[in-house]
């Protein structure tokens, strides 16, 4: 089943065009990377998903039905999770309430303590710190804070923005193991990263963005062989 | 003899502490989710005192005045959110443009405000005695009527706290404040969330402000003053920040008391000092991030 569908979307901010035409299909339990350079528009696309901006033409269809009109806090509730770049925690709160802001929407504020229990299988380190401040924790800590905050609303699709940006290359590849076990869950991901070597490792499949443009797309297993790639991304 | 004055000290500086706590806190929320200076602050204060005795003096109870005067405060800061913050803040084109705008916005907000009073009341001192005896403690008087602001002042400020700690909307307001894109991305309505806390700084306002009236005399004219001592606090406790707000009152408060005892005109110049100081030893506030 296709989950999330993006077709032909033209976004702008102000009279400048970032997104031309892009187009873009994620199927359930699939991990889609979605590869491009600073300022590519990566950001922007998942900004258009979440509703927090609008397209000036094109539409976005999740589970087969659209989201055009859909105001974002709706969108979160029909289940489309965001975890924004740079992961955003609230500072000043403690893990617990930043966990809980994740399930924020009336419907999904009902079963946060289900989830949190749920979430916390999953972090057993944050269950142990319930108590303390974002603002103390290592960087590492405070992405899978940012993670166990979007399972928090109970997700069918999680949009996860540079998850890797910032970390050794040891939590990497634990934030990606969790990625994995997302998809195992039938979780959908669409994954934006500038890691390529790990994100191919991971993903079905793949999208590259350059200047708001969708240049390329195909299976990870294909792409790794390409040459485009391999000179562009891969370093080869 | 000394420990009568450390006493009449204390006991004025919790009482003004508990007030400053109050007004500086209704300031904070409205700045950090709302991102407004609300310069017209001191005039919903100064409405409270007076709507308060006005009622007094038909003949209903101040505290159910209180009752009276709080949804009518958060009506008021609701639909001032609403229709011209709101609208102002999409208009704006840039965040900064707003700030500055709504800034300006509420120095007009606040000469509107003051006008009707002057018109409805005049300039004289108005006040009623409410309370009118003392109770003795320790070989001081002190007026019950205090004691009773008091005590009104902190379980005020330990209900504020709670809601911001314990209830949802409480802490949505405190998401906001730390970062509203975020919020948002929660899904926080943020103009919503905004227009209700305008909304609950009136309400601190208008509290203060019954508080105030059973307490001191009061005119048209002591919006500004307060105003200015809610920015003060806010500013020494660290922008935004509850608790630096509800610290930065009783420190300013004690201040005052302290002062005060030797000759309340230099209050103001030791609050202005203070925050001199503070400004250049800690320019991010006591509390602040
Ligand atoms: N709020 C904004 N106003 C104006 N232009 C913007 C805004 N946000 C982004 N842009 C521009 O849009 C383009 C795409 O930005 P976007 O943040 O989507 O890129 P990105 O692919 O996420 O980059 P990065 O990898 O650096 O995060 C960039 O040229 C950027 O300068
Ligand atoms: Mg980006």
């Given at each position: 089943m296709t989950m999330l569908e993006v077709s032909n979307i033209n976004c702008f901010y102000g009279n400048v065009q970032v997104l031309w035409d892009v187009s873009l299909k994620v199927e359930q339990a699939e991990i889609v990377a979605l590869l491009g350079a600073n300022g590519a528009g990566k950001t922007t696309l998942l900004n258009t998903i979440t509703g927090l901006m609008r397209p000036k033409s094109g539409h976005v269809r999740f589970m087969g039905e659209s989201l055009d009109n859909i105001p974002s806090h709706a969108i979160l509730e029909r289940g489309i999770a965001y975890l924004p770049e740079g992961g955003r925690l609230f500072p000043e709160m403690t893990i617990r309430e930043n966990l809980e802001m994740g399930a924020y929407p009336m419907s999904l504020w009902k079963h946060r303590k289900e989830n949190m229990e749920r979430v916390f299988e999953l972090f057993p380190k944050l269950k142990e710190r319930q108590k303390q401040l974002a603002c103390t924790l290592s960087g590492g800590e405070k992405q899978m804070l940012a993670m166990a905050r979007g399972l928090m609303s109970n997700p069918k699709c999680c949009l996860f923005d540079e998850l890797s940006y910032g970390l050794a290359p040891i939590v990497v590849t634990e934030v990606f193991n969790i990625v994995k076990s997302l998809r195992e869950q039938g979780i959908?991901?669409?994954?934006?990263?500038?890691?390529?070597?790990?994100?191919?490792?991971?993903?079905?499949?793949?999208?590259?963005?350059?200047?708001?443009?969708?240049?390329?797309?195909?299976?990870?297993?294909?792409?790794?062989?390409?040459?485009?790639?391999?000179k562009a991304y891969l370093g080869l | 003899m000394i420990i009568t004055t450390i006493l009449n000290i204390v006991i004025g500086g919790l009482i003004?502490?508990?007030?400053?706590?109050?007004?500086?806190?209704?300031?904070?929320?409205?700045?950090?989710?709302?991102?407004i200076l609300n310069v017209s602050h001191g005039e919903i204060i100064m409405f409270g005192a007076l709507l308060t005795w006005a009622l007094q003096s038909s003949g209903v109870h101040p505290m159910l005045a209180l009752l009276i005067g709080c949804p009518a405060a958060f009506i008021v800061g609701f639909v001032l959110h609403?229709?011209?913050?709101?609208?102002?803040?999409?208009?704006?084109?840039?965040?900064?443009?707003?700030?500055?705008?709504?800034?300006?916005?509420?120095?007009?907000?606040?000469?509107?405000?003051?006008?009707?009073?002057?018109?409805?009341?005049?300039?004289?001192?108005?006040?009623?005695?409410?309370?009118?005896?003392?109770?003795?403690?320790?070989?001081t008087s002190i007026p019950v009527n205090r004691?009773?602001?008091l005590v009104i002042a902190l379980i005020v400020s330990v209900l504020f706290y709670l809601f911001l700690t314990r209830s949802r909307l409480g802490k949505s307001i405190r998401a906001a404040s730390q970062d509203a894109t975020a919020a948002m991305m929660m899904g926080v309505k943020i103009n919503r969330v905004a227009a209700i806390c305008f909304g609950i700084g009136a309400v601190l306002a208008a509290i203060a402000g019954a508080?105030?009236?059973?307490?001191?005399?009061?005119?048209?004219?002591?919006?500004?003053?307060?105003?200015?001592?809610?920015?003060?606090?806010?500013?020494?406790?660290?922008?935004?920040?509850?608790?630096g707000s509800m610290l930065g009152g009783f420190i300013l408060g004690f201040i005052g008391s302290a002062v005060s005892y030797k000759d309340p005109s230099l209050s103001m110049v030791a609050y202005y000092l203070i925050i001199m100081v503070l400004l250049l030893v800690k320019p991010k506030g006591l509390l602040g991030r």
């Open positions: 959908t991901v669409l994954l934006v990263e500038q890691n390529v070597h790990q994100t191919m490792e991971i993903a079905d499949r793949a999208y590259v963005l350059e200047n708001g443009r969708i240049v390329l797309d195909g299976q990870c297993c294909d792409l790794v062989n390409d040459d485009y790639i391999k | 003004m502490g508990g007030i400053y706590a109050i007004i500086s806190m209704g300031l904070s929320i409205q700045y950090g989710v709302a991102r609403r229709t011209i913050y709101k609208r102002l803040k999409d208009i704006s084109p840039t965040q900064g443009a707003f700030e500055g705008n709504a800034m300006l916005v509420s120095f007009g907000i606040m000469y509107v405000l003051a006008n009707i009073a002057m018109m409805i009341w005049g300039n004289q001192q108005k006040g009623y005695s409410f309370m009118a005896y003392a109770v003795n403690f320790a070989g004691l009773f602001v508080l105030i009236s059973m307490i001191y005399q009061v005119n048209t004219t002591i919006g500004l003053g307060y105003t200015v001592i809610a920015i003060i606090v806010v500013v020494l406790g660290g922008m935004g920040s509850v608790p």
